[in-house]
Protein backbone atom coordinates (compact mmCIF):
# COMPACT_ATOMS: atom_id res chain seq x y z
CA UNK A 1 0.00 0.00 0.00
CA UNK A 2 1.04 3.12 -0.81
CA UNK A 3 -0.30 6.87 1.07
CA UNK A 4 -0.54 9.64 -1.27
CA UNK A 5 -0.85 13.24 0.39
CA UNK A 6 -1.24 16.35 -1.27
CA UNK A 7 -0.04 19.79 -0.82
CA UNK A 8 0.40 23.67 -1.95
CA UNK A 9 -2.91 24.51 -3.82
CA UNK A 10 -4.18 27.89 -3.47
CA UNK A 11 -5.49 30.85 -5.43
CA UNK A 12 -3.06 32.83 -8.15
CA UNK A 13 -3.14 35.62 -10.50
CA UNK A 14 -2.68 34.84 -14.53
CA UNK A 15 0.72 34.56 -15.04
CA UNK A 16 1.71 33.81 -11.46
CA UNK A 17 3.12 30.49 -10.25
CA UNK A 18 2.28 27.85 -7.82
CA UNK A 19 4.71 24.37 -6.63
CA UNK A 20 2.17 21.51 -5.60
CA UNK A 21 3.86 18.48 -3.18
CA UNK A 22 2.94 15.33 -2.77
CA UNK A 23 4.62 12.88 0.31
CA UNK A 24 4.23 8.70 -0.39
CA UNK A 25 4.48 6.42 2.39
CA UNK A 26 4.36 3.19 2.75
CA UNK A 27 5.23 0.07 0.87
CA UNK A 28 7.49 2.10 -2.32
CA UNK A 29 9.78 0.71 -5.02
CA UNK A 30 13.01 2.32 -5.37
CA UNK A 31 11.76 3.39 -8.90
CA UNK A 32 8.29 3.45 -9.75
CA UNK A 33 5.44 5.99 -11.88
CA UNK A 34 4.11 8.61 -10.31
CA UNK A 35 1.75 11.21 -11.89
CA UNK A 36 0.01 14.29 -11.72
CA UNK A 37 -3.58 14.02 -12.72
CA UNK A 38 -6.26 17.12 -12.26
CA UNK A 39 -10.10 17.55 -12.78
CA UNK A 40 -12.04 21.04 -13.86
CA UNK A 41 -15.66 21.14 -12.77
CA UNK A 42 -17.59 19.13 -15.17
CA UNK A 43 -14.86 17.88 -17.04
CA UNK A 44 -13.15 13.87 -17.02
CA UNK A 45 -9.85 13.73 -15.05
CA UNK A 46 -6.74 14.41 -17.61
CA UNK A 47 -3.04 13.58 -16.80
CA UNK A 48 -0.70 16.49 -16.64
CA UNK A 49 2.52 15.16 -15.97
CA UNK A 50 4.52 11.39 -14.71
CA UNK A 51 7.79 10.24 -14.02
CA UNK A 52 9.67 7.22 -12.61
CA UNK A 53 10.83 8.09 -9.61
CA UNK A 54 14.47 6.92 -9.67
CA UNK A 55 15.38 8.51 -12.85
CA UNK A 56 14.64 11.23 -15.04
CA UNK A 57 11.84 10.14 -17.45
CA UNK A 58 8.70 12.69 -17.29
CA UNK A 59 6.07 13.65 -19.99
CA UNK A 60 4.12 16.47 -20.04
CA UNK A 61 0.47 16.62 -21.51
CA UNK A 62 0.58 19.41 -24.91
CA UNK A 63 -1.17 21.82 -22.87
CA UNK A 64 1.57 22.34 -19.86
CA UNK A 65 4.56 21.62 -22.02
CA UNK A 66 7.38 24.64 -20.73
CA UNK A 67 5.22 25.67 -18.39
CA UNK A 68 5.31 23.02 -15.49
CA UNK A 69 8.14 20.66 -14.28
CA UNK A 70 7.47 17.40 -12.63
CA UNK A 71 10.08 16.24 -10.31
CA UNK A 72 10.90 14.41 -6.99
CA UNK A 73 12.98 14.38 -4.08
CA UNK A 74 13.83 10.85 -3.65
CA UNK A 75 15.52 10.89 -0.12
CA UNK A 76 12.19 12.53 1.25
CA UNK A 77 9.50 10.57 -1.34
CA UNK A 78 7.98 13.51 -1.87
CA UNK A 79 6.97 14.36 -5.65
CA UNK A 80 6.11 18.13 -6.78
CA UNK A 81 5.16 20.08 -9.72
CA UNK A 82 5.75 23.26 -10.44
CA UNK A 83 3.59 25.49 -12.21
CA UNK A 84 4.53 28.85 -13.63
CA UNK A 85 2.79 30.87 -16.23
CA UNK A 86 -0.06 29.94 -14.81
CA UNK A 87 -3.82 30.37 -17.38
CA UNK A 88 -7.38 30.51 -16.03
CA UNK A 89 -7.86 26.99 -18.10
CA UNK A 90 -5.37 25.81 -15.13
CA UNK A 91 -7.84 25.53 -12.50
CA UNK A 92 -9.11 22.20 -11.46
CA UNK A 93 -8.27 19.52 -8.43
CA UNK A 94 -5.28 18.40 -8.73
CA UNK A 95 -4.36 14.93 -7.55
CA UNK A 96 -1.15 13.12 -7.12
CA UNK A 97 -1.10 9.49 -8.55
CA UNK A 98 1.48 6.60 -7.79
CA UNK A 99 1.07 3.06 -10.10
CA UNK A 100 1.69 -0.60 -8.77
CA UNK A 101 5.30 -1.97 -10.02
CA UNK A 102 9.05 -0.77 -10.84
CA UNK A 103 9.45 2.31 -13.32
CA UNK A 104 12.40 2.54 -16.30
CA UNK A 105 10.67 4.65 -18.71
CA UNK A 106 7.29 6.75 -19.15
CA UNK A 107 5.88 7.81 -22.51
CA UNK A 108 2.87 9.07 -23.45
CA UNK A 109 1.09 6.16 -21.68
CA UNK A 110 1.48 7.19 -18.49
CA UNK A 111 -1.07 9.76 -18.65
CA UNK A 112 -3.93 7.05 -18.64
CA UNK A 113 -5.40 7.03 -15.23
CA UNK A 114 -5.99 3.56 -15.12
CA UNK A 115 -2.08 2.52 -14.71
CA UNK A 116 -2.27 4.08 -11.17
CA UNK A 117 -3.91 2.05 -8.34
CA UNK A 118 -3.17 4.82 -5.44
CA UNK A 119 -4.13 8.83 -5.40
CA UNK A 120 -4.19 11.13 -2.98
CA UNK A 121 -6.97 13.70 -1.56
CA UNK A 122 -6.45 16.42 -4.26
CA UNK A 123 -5.18 20.18 -3.53
CA UNK A 124 -7.41 23.23 -5.02
CA UNK A 125 -5.46 25.04 -7.72
CA UNK A 126 -7.19 28.30 -8.64
CA UNK A 127 -6.32 31.09 -11.19
CA UNK A 128 -7.78 34.18 -11.84
CA UNK A 129 -7.52 36.30 -14.73
Known amino acids: QVQLVESGGGSVQAGGSLRLSCAAS????????MAWFRQAPGKEREGVAAICTGGVSTVYDDSVKGRFTISTDNASNTLYLQMDSLKPDDTAMYYCAAAKGVCAVVTEYALHLKLYAYWGQGTLVTVSS
Open 26 to 33: GNTPSSYR
